[in-house]
């Protein structure tokens, strides 16, 4: 591969920086220009020279010299209105890269609050959680005797390495007290899991961390082995990581080709290619969603633009430029946006990102049935609640939020639409929701009738009435938990 010095870990400090020659009839003017530049920056070192000087002298506010220049250099890294820039101490360096590299400090769970309780809704590999017997689904009542009450709660389920923390768990009917030690522990970068129906594999890319590629290449071997015939890649929620992660995983799904373009000061564009790497042979499904950035945004631009992959879910970030860390002789840093970046077809989706082929909104679960369709499940049969969801016996990230009624049950709408490999639209001016299946019938549903309801901005449909107008679709709802199939 084709890979400028420059972009190796794009997150790490630049080693070298490459000397430019210049012509020798520009010489002298060189020279004059060099000094001119001296000169300046001698005048301005003694302008900061001079405030410090008499901060020294003066100052009664007791702050010391080592935190006036870290705020003199934080402004002036900040007036550059770069949301990307950054300066960093050598603490604060260390928990960015431990970020990247999935290595955390807590009790290792993901939460979600919703009906006024706090789910579980997994138990992260290798966790204190799972140590603890904590279990995915479990009700989190109380944090340390007090008792849950809203979403901020999960704040206090946070705290120092080596603390602890008393949590009062619901299990069924069940109720447990688990102390639980807040402690170091890492995440894999890569997980997968195979569907048989459809001969599926599934992968999950959380981060671009510094060994992403080898976890990749290891979960894709893996998946051959047990007879994956197509790929869904979900990069939702993947904020990013290092350059060179993304473009080792590129070179899995395609021979040669370009990644992306980049351009520096100079606004020259200039491609970055993959060369040496191998077909993937099947089609490939990308998941992207508001929070898919940066790498992220890299490897879905150039598996998009070289016909490789389809993208669905929702516009991604938007985060096209590339950023160094340089190493200060203090030991702090800076990370600088040093570079602006392209898709392979010369995008520039700074600020606005990149649109799926298929759009699928609001629902994350309606998205992911969409991905394994387009990948050719045969069939779909899901079931879901508050913290969990199964397809096809596979357990994913993920949940199926269901709504009662006296006798009514809504369920969402675009998880609907999504097994009947149909679309959704909704009319605010008629309160009316339309539902359109593969083959063109339409049903409506409205608020009026009561076989339809919009809350927090996402639509549900009476499951009764849409089975009436959809009767392909099999369901059924019991304790708590909603099984549908088509």
Do not use: C
């Amino acid at each position: 591969m084709k890979l400028n010095k420059f972009y190796r870990k794009a997150l790490i400090p630049l080693l070298a920086i490459p000397l430019l020659g210049l012509p020798q009839a520009a010489g002298a003017a060189a020279d004059s220009a060099k000094a001119a530049e001296e000169a300046g920056q001698t005048s301005e070192m003694e302008i900061i020279q001079e405030v410090l000087n008499y901060l020294d002298a003066y100052n009664i506010e007791g702050a010391d010299r080592e935190l006036f220049l870290e705020n003199a250099i934080r402004g002036m890294v900040y007036t550059l209105d770069d949301p990307y820039s950054d300066y960093y101490t050598a603490e604060e360096l260390a928990e960015f890269e431990d970020s990247v590299n999935q290595e955390f400090v807590g009790i290792g769970v993901t939460l979600r609050f919703t009906g006024n309780k706090l789910y579980i809704t997994d138990v992260l590999p290798g966790s204190p959680a799972g140590s603890a017997g904590l279990k995915k689904g479990d009700i989190i009542a109380k944090v340390d005797g007090e008792p849950v009450k809203t979403g901020e709660d999960i704040l206090r389920i946070q705290g120092e390495e080596n603390t602890k923390v008393l949590l009062g768990i619901t299990r069924g009917n069940q109720n447990l007290s688990l102390s639980v030690k807040r402690s170091h522990f890492s995440l894999p970068s890569v997980t997968g899991s195979y569907i048989p129906s459809g001969r599926i594999g599934y992968i999950t890319l959380s981060s671009f961390s510094e060994n992403a590629d080898k976890e990749f290449a290891a979960e894709l071997d893996k998946l051959r082995k047990a007879g994956m015939r197509s790929m869904v890649l979900d990069l939702r929620d993947n904020l990013g990581g290092y350059v060179d992660s993304a473009a080792n995983i590129a070179k899995y799904f395609m021979k040669s080709g370009t990644l992306m373009y980049t351009s520096g000061q100079n606004g020259e564009l200039e491609a970055v290619t993959i060369s040496g790497g191998q077909d993937i042979g099947m089609p490939v499904v990308i998941l992207t969603n508001e929070l898919t950035a940066s790498a992220s945004e890299i490897l879905t631009g150039a598996l998009h633009d070289n016909g490789i992959a389809t993208v669905v879910g929702t516009q991604t970030y938007g985060k096209a430029r590339i950023q160094n860390v340089f190493t200060l002789s203090n030991g702090s840093s800076l990370k600088l946006t040093v570079q602006r970046y392209f898709t392979p077809k010369r995008e520039d989706f700074n600020h606005v990102g990149l649109k799926p082929d298929i759009e699928v909104m609001n629902n994350a679960t309606a998205q992911l049935i969409t991905a394994l369709n387009k990948a050719g499940a045969r069939t779909i049969e899901l079931s879901g609640n508050a913290s969990s969801l199964t397809i096809n016996g596979v357990a994913f990230s993920g949940y199926v939020d269901t709504l009662q009624s006296g006798d009514k049950l809504y369920v969402p709408s675009r998880i609907l639409a999504a097994l009947l490999k149909g679309d959704v639209a909704w009319s605010a001016s008629t309160q009316k929701l339309t539902v359109t299946n593969a083959a063109g019938s339409k049903a409506g549903f409205t608020i009026a009738a009561k076989t339809a309801k919009m809350i927090d901005g996402e639509t549900y449909v009476e499951i009764h009435e849409f089975q009436k107008k959809f009767p392909d679709i099999k369901w059924s709802f019991k304790q708590g938990t909603l099984h549908l199939s088509k």
